[in-house]
């Protein structure tokens, strides 16, 4: 996207990463008359070259292929994305705004002055840039249906989820990369805007260190493809490089160490999935997969919301083997299948080993009991909905309700809070304004500064907090 | 088999680009997997360690001549999103 030459760069504030933080400093600063760079260690990704085969994306959108694990007891896969979009490109485009409790707990028990009301112009801002639209009852296809005729007979709480999509006809395959560009993800929505507006977007540079000067930002070291060295000046850094690997670029830094908190406090929601066998043509890969949600046990930490794929995404989360999978799959067009998210109380914690992540994560005893719930909760759904057979995430013959740890086949896509935003120095990373605490010039905007779980997806979150930090910068509040 | 099979290269490409010990682990799980002895084992650990099979039936089904008679053919599906991405000037 831009020359990959350059040695040295110079510019006013320096973001690193493209996701659902980056992208929003980024154009925001830059439209404001800011001279910006940003750092993207991955590539560009051309739909051109979509080709919504499995292996094939996952192998090329995503970080380690999307094979990223978490040690500890279950072991759980998080795929993240990698490349211009971040985890923006690969994920299901779902948009919920903070809910006003956990805006309450962080304001309570974090010291950070965020509540509804200064937060709504910035969801509106983001919301009208990356066209967040409520999917309709046809967009959302037949496995919707199955789910929404399963929650009105049981009387459940349910709606059709609100997403990041325009011109949306229901390809089915947000997380391999969206043919039609559909879905505004942060790639082709901010960075054209960053870019219009004069900021240098650099793909295929890995920031290496933070570089501080008598206490101030200064600017960052980082490493091209091809192994040369770019340094970029600037008073004003803002790190979003995800909440796995902010907190390794500001250990490597020797930065925002001095709480004890860098690289603590993760949390996942870590998910499910179940599937069902229906009477009826389902045909889950046609429409939009998470289309449609089940917030009736929200408040006990359980969400459930859409989840589908084609035949291979199925193949693969399916929970059986051998014979009995062969036989499910035979019967895919009437499988249905949706998703269990736990707001989860477990911390785990990440730290480098040599250039990788070590991601350390034990489930504990609130949040298994929340999935031994939401797996009960998932079996009435679907014989609710008249499932013919229910295959729940589970070795054979274990009930949900004795489940243990090890039973679970979990996956996770909201890493949250290793560089966690606390009023106290001594308890956070970064302040309420996010700005690292102790240093000039310095800001995080990624979801590693969320203090807690959210309970919903929270890329809109990350979103609003990152537009609110560059309209406080282009204030003045800041030092840009 | 699917190491003999059209999507070989393609879960090759998939285990190439997991960090380069897991690579090794993953080609000797999947090895494990591909024998029904084997297959019969893995069936009897926890879910994760099923995860070999399950990226062989990955592989497998994301064959177009095994997805398509279960109404999925992501050529066309591809087709249709460039051709709408045209059609209304998206990037």
Redesign the interface.
Known sequence: MSARLAQRLQAEVCVIGSGAGGAPVAAELAEGGVRVALLEEGAWHD??H???????M???L?R????T?TLGR??I?LPLGRGIGGTTLINSGTCFRTPAHVLARWQREYGIEVSEDSLRPCFERVEEAISVDTVTPELAGGNAAVVRRGAERLRWSYGYLRRNAR?C?G???CTLG?????KQHTG?TYI?RAQRAGAQILTGAQAKRVLIERGRAAGVLARLEGGATLEVRAPTVVVAAGTINTPLLLKRSGLAGRSGQLGRNLSLHPATAVFARMDEIV?M??GVPQSLYIDHFAEQGIMLEGSAG??????????L??AR?AEA?RA??QLAVFGLMVSDSSRGSVAALGS?PLIRYDMNAADLQRFRDGLVRMRELFSAAGAREIYL???AGVDPEMARR????LMAFHPLGTARAHARPDQGVVDGSLAVHGLRGLYIADGSVLPSSLGVNPQLTIMALATRLALSLLEGDGSV | MLAKGP?AA??E???????LG?QAA?RALLALARRPRG??L??LL???D??P???L??????DPD??RP???D?AA??A???R??RA?G??
């Open positions: 739909p051109d979509f080709t919504a085969r499995s292996p094939e996952l192998a090329r995503y380690e292929g999307g094979q694990f279950p072991p896969m011109g006809v390809s089915g395959v969206c043919p039609t560009s559909a082709i054209p045909d890969a046609r084609p035949p291979a995404y199925a193949a693969l989360a399916l929970p083997t051998g999978h799959m895919f067009r990788r995430p589970l070795p090890r039973d679970l086949k | 999507d393609s879960l490409r998939f285990i190439a680009a997991a960090p897991q993953m297959a019969a893995l069936s926890s879910p994760l099923q995860l099979s399950g990226l039936a990955m592989a497998r089904y994301d095994i997805s279960l109404g999925w992501a599906v591809i249709r999103g460039r709408l991405r209304e998206r990037p």
